[in-house]
T-cell receptor
Framework: GQQVMQIPQYQHVQEGEDFTTYCNSS?????IQWYKQRPGGHPVFLIQ?????EVKKQKRLTFQFGEAKKNSSLHITATQTTDVGTYFC??????????????FGQGTILTVHP | GAVVSQHPSWVICKSGTSVKIECRSL??????MFWYRQFPKQSLMLMAT?????????EQGVEKDKFLINHASLTLSTLTVTSAHPEDSSFYIC?????????????FGPGTRLTVL
């Protein structure tokens, strides 16, 4: 079945440093979505990328979708303590038995030291 | 944006009892809803796809007789954990697509934290 691998599992940074997490899917995706989950909370939708090679920005966050629609990355510039949390990518299956199903990556736990 | 609610937000029960979790789409209709489970410090794992008016589709390894899903209306899906055991303790989250024409954009409920003693 569809698998989505996400690295790194943990990332500790000093406030002001940059942060990047990467996702790679075993199959071509319809789209890829990114979520942030704070400790004790539920995943909160950040963004969705649909087009091959798409790049989207939200303030200090930059999201990329690979040309083959199988990989993606999230980059945070100049991290702040409010960025702390677990970042998940989730790939939406493009067809067959994976259609409409979100497969989540393992998540990257980000801690930011002030 | 679309809103999905879950009830209860947390529940503690004794081993062997059954627990029902509700997932509601508040301002839109959802013919399909998804149920996920998240163990501590792990990712979300899709358990099943709930389909209004028909049987749910379960992912491999998920016992359909233990996790009963009923999607009785276009705004409500329920997950019943039958004969719950401590290993069923987890965070259960539902999601619903924001439009019946596309499954692309999914909206997540706030989750239900189940603790089985």
């Amino acid at each position: 079945g569809q698998q989505v691998m996400q690295i790194p599992q943990y990332q500790h940074v000093q406030e002001g440093e940059d942060f990047t997490t990467y996702c790679n899917s075993s199959t071509t995706l319809s789209n890829i979505q990114w979520y942030k989950q704070r400790p004790g909370g539920h995943p909160v939708f950040l963004i969705q990328l649909v087009k091959s090679g798409e790049v989207k920005k939200q303030k200090r966050l930059t999201f990329q979708f690979g040309e083959a629609k199988k990989n993606s990355s999230l980059h945070i510039t100049a991290t702040q303590t409010t960025d702390v949390g677990t970042y998940f990518c989730a790939g939406l299956g493009a067809g067959g038995t994976s259609y409409g199903k979100l497969t989540f990556g393992q998540g990257t736990i980000l801690t930011v030291h002030p | 944006g679309a809103v999905v609610s879950q009830h209860p937000s947390w529940v503690i029960c004794k081993s062997g009892t059954s627990v029902k979790i509700e997932c509601r789409s508040l301002d839109f209709q959802a013919t399909t809803m998804f149920w996920y489970r998240q163990f501590p410090k792990q990712s979300l794992m899709l358990m099943a796809t709930s389909n209004e008016g028909s049987k749910a589709t379960y992912e491999q390894g998920v016992e359909k007789d233990k996790f009963l899903i009923n999607h009785a209306s276009l705004t409500l899906s329920t997950l019943t954990v039958t004969s719950a055991h401590p290993e069923d303790s987890s965070f259960y989250i539902c999601s619903a697509p924001g439009t019946t024409r596309s499954l692309d954009t999914q909206y997540f409920g706030p989750g239900t934290r189940l603790t089985v003693l």
